[in-house]
Structures are given as C-alpha cells and as structure tokens.
C-alpha cells in the first residue's frame, strides 16, 4: 500500500480560494473557466486532481498547468487519472493487466500523446516506451511524481476521491484517496469542508440531472465533478471561496454550450427520471424521426430518447444520460441549449438539465470544444 502524501500550506486571510476538479484535458474549458472567473495571481487555484486523460488536449491542458504553476498559486492534487499516468512512468506492475489494453484503446491518452510527439509511439513493446518516455519528458514525470494526494488548512480539506475521517491522514491509502466511488453516499460528516470531485455529481439524484456542485453544509462536503468530458450536457465549475475561514461558498461553470433567453413561463415536472451512467439499459417501443419512445429497464418508465444519445452494447440497448424533467423556467431566463427537436429543447438552467416546451430568443454560440 502506497501512503498519501498530506501537505499543509498556509493559506493567507483575505485572498480568493478557487476548486475546480476532473477537468480531464478539457484545455478549452478550462480556459474559458478562468476567464469567466478573472484569475489573478493573487487567487488560490486548487486543483483537486484528474486533470488528463479522457479529453483531447491533456498534453496542452499539462504544459499549460506547469506553466500557470510558476506564475500563480496553484497547488494542483493527484487523481486516479493523473494517478495512472504517473504509474506508468514509475513501474510495469500494470502492463498486462492494464495498459497493454488501455493504451491501444486510447489515442487520446496522455501517454500516447507523448510519444507521438516525441516520435516513438509504439505498442508493442512497453516497457521501451516507458524508457523513451522517461528519457524525453523527465520534467513532465517530476511534476507528476511531485503531486499531493491531499492538502488541508486550517478550515478546509482537498482531496480527489474522499476520505473516511480526518484523523491519520499520511496514513490512508493512496489509491482510494483518488478513486473513491460514490463518496457523499457514505454518510460521513466532517468538522471541516472536505471538497472533493471524481463521481460526477449528476449520478447522485435518481429524478433530476445536475451537474451543480452538491455543497453540504450540514455535513461540510463540497462534491464538484461537474462532468466535463465525460457527459454530453457536463460543465467545468469553479467553487470559490473569499477567504480560507469562510463557510461563503459558491460557484460558476462552464458548459460551452451556446445561451438563449426564454420567453415564456414553465411549471417544474412533478415526477421526472435521471437516467445515469451505469443505470442507462432500454427497451426500444417505438422508434422515432429525432426521438425513439423507450422503456427504462430500471424503472419501468418510459419517455422519448433522443435518438443521438441512443447507443448498442454487448448487453442491448444504452443511453447516454437521459430525463424526462421539465425545467422550472421564467421569462428572461437565460438557458443554455443542449439539443433542439421539434417536441422541445433540451436545456440546462444553473447546472440542471431539462426539457423546455416555450420559445428562445437571441442563441448565442460558445466555441469551445467538449
């Protein structure tokens, strides 16, 4: 068992702590994201892990992280994804069992981005990539290997996957401080914030799709995976607080997604569906021109699918994460637009994803990429 790494920096009065996790080589978004929140040096940036792998621009998305290190205050934290990378670099105790598989799966990967640009991309033979890799980017494996698994302050605790308590920190495993599955289910409670990302939050409520952060007071858990990358309608956010002893948190995010002004008033579902990840199997009843009318195995329910979302695995019929919910909408209301059919839109309001039946006025397009 590997040990995590705690560090504990002190975090001056009075400047601006910003979280923002799983941004999984979305360079794009990520920029876009400090934008919107105007990141100045003064600025405290934790990044509470999986910053590659997924997206397609984890190489730039790296170099662009290192440098922002030497110009602003950032502690950047290890994830799972970040986690194997650097595992690559350090052993072949996964050649076998999982790069041999994950690597030719994956051109988008950060190691194989590496390599090709390095010219010496090849596959069958692993451990001389590893040697090639080691001897081109040794900079790229310290600052790997350099990363915590864990910071906490006075008031705050960051750490990708979670933690069972506060107590004997250095002492916990590595591995699952990064890859903790399901945290906020857990029922734990904690006498400090502990902000954490990893499981999109939108997995965590059966009814209504929100990639909001979850922000616990009662329990003192902040959860901001908004999943970028990972989902269709995902978002990057940004949680920030104005000083390091405050319980003020709030957040913005970026979702990419081009903006509308709607104009007329919608009333909320009473009972909706969030078909998730892991969740997602469907009987086909009727299919459709731009929507096909399914059955969700789980729950026996049935609604309209968009047929893009639809997809065909070893065990049937999948979607991509699916809702029946109506948004609560009032005019002057500014959505951002997932997918238009002639049946509805399908739009997001404050990070929550949603059917809307009015009319839109004044799209405007955000060209980033997912």
């Not at 950060?110 to 040697?131: C, H, I, K, V």
């Not at 308590?165 to 590595?174: I, K, T, V």
């Not at 399914?294 to 979302?309: A, D, K, M, Q």
């Not at 994803?353 to 839109?360: F, K, M, Q």
């Amino acid at each position: 068992m590997e040990r995590a790494a705690v560090v504990r920096p002190n975090f001056p009065t009075g400047h601006r702590i910003i979280a923002v996790s799983d941004i999984h080589g979305n360079l794009p978004f990520f920029r876009a994201l400090m934008e919107q929140i105007r990141l100045t040096p003064d600025d405290i940036l934790v990044l509470v892990g999986d910053m590659l792998e997924k997206g397609r621009n984890s190489l730039a998305l790296l170099r662009h992280l290192m440098e922002l290190c030497r110009t602003h205050t950032v502690y950047p934290l290890c994830g799972n994804c970040d986690g194997l990378v650097l595992r690559f670099f350090e052993t072949d105790a996964l050649d076998r069992r999982f790069f041999s598989v994950y690597l030719p799966q994956h051109p988008e990967s950060t190691l194989r981005q590496l390599a090709r640009e390095g010219g010496f991309e090849q596959l069958e033979d692993l451990p001389r990539l590893r040697a090639d890799l080691r001897a081109a980017y040794p900079e790229i494996w310290a600052w790997l290997k350099s990363l915590p698994t864990i910071l906490e302050t006075e008031h705050l605790v960051f750490v990708h996957g979670g933690v069972p308590s506060l107590e004997g920190m250095e002492e916990l495993d590595r591995w699952r401080c990064m890859k903790n599955d399901d945290f906020l289910d857990q029922g734990r409670s904690f006498s400090k914030w502990v902000v954490v990302g990893h499981w999109p939050v939108t997995l965590y409520d059966p009814k209504i799709p929100s990639a909001a952060p979850i922000i616990l007071h009662d329990r003192k858990i902040a959860s901001i995976d908004g999943g970028c990358v990972l989902k269709i309608d995902g978002q990057l956010n940004a949680l920030i607080l104005p000083s390091e002893d405050s319980d003020q948190l709030s957040w913005t995010a970026w979702d990419g997604l081009p903006t509308a002004v709607a104009l007329d008033r919608q009333e909320a579902s009473a009972d909706s569906v969030n078909i998730r990840w892991g969740r997602s199997a469907l009987d086909l009843l009727e299919e459709g021109e731009e929507t096909s009318l399914c059955r969700h195995r789980e729950t026996g329910r049935v609604l309209p699918i968009l047929n893009r979302y639809l997809r065909r695995g070893p065990n049937g019929l999948w979607c991509e994460d699916s809702t029946d919910y109506a948004l609560p909408v009032t005019p002057g209301d500014r959505l951002t637009v997932v997918a238009a059919t002639r049946q509805g839109i399908l739009c997001k309001k404050e990070g929550v994803t949603g059917w809307y039946y009015g009319r839109l006025s004044g799209i405007m397009e955000r060209t980033t990429e997912k």
